[in-house]
Every structure is written in C-alpha cells, then in structure tokens.
C-alpha cells in the first residue's frame, strides 16, 4: 500500500482498477478523506473472500495497491473498501 500525494481528498472514492481484464497483476486505487481503520478485500464470484489486501488504520490521503492474482483461476472478482461506516465494491476480471 502505498500514499500517492499529499493532498487530502474531499470525498471517498474507490476507482475501477487498471488494467481491468489484467492478468496477473493490477492497480487498485483509493481515496480516504479520514483517518480509520481500513478494510480492502478481493472475494470470488461466490462471495468468498480470496486475499485481504489491506487491513489497519490508515490516514487520510490517496493509496495504491498492487494485487498479484497469479494463484486464482480466470474469472470475476469483486474487491470492497471499508472505512468507517463507508463501503464501496468495484468488479474486477482476471483473465489468463
């Protein structure tokens, strides 16, 4: 996880990863605009959480994270951010 900027964003924001069908790995970025414990997992088509990419405290700011999907099979995958009382979902495709 890394902060990318130091301005502090104005509203929560989870973006569509890139690239997006990717194979193996992707680019997922977020935006906090308060410090709070920091929840971002992918979960399969069935809703089975498959890789916690991020969980603690963070504060506010822009993120990136790479994931690395080289031990899932192609497929659709959902991956949420949880902050606070927000809570995005975005839809992801590997494609091998």
């Given amino acids: 996880v890394n902060n990318i900027g130091t301005e ?4 929560f924001s989870l973006y569509q990863n890139y690239p997006n069908p990717f194979n193996p790995a992707t680019q997922i970025i977020f935006d906090l605009p308060e410090s709070g414990l920091t929840k971002l997992a992918v979960y399969d088509i069935l809703g089975r959480e498959v890789n916690v990419l991020l969980n603690g405290f963070k504060p506010s700011g822009k993120y990136t994270v790479s994931f ?6 192609s497929g659709i ?3 949420t951010l949880q902050s606070g009382k927000v809570k995005m979902t975005r839809k992801m495709i590997l494609s091998k």
């Fill in 8 to 11: 502090i964003p104005g509203s």
């Fill in 68 to 73: 690395d999907a080289s031990g899932l099979s």
């Fill in 77 to 79: 995958y959902f991956y």
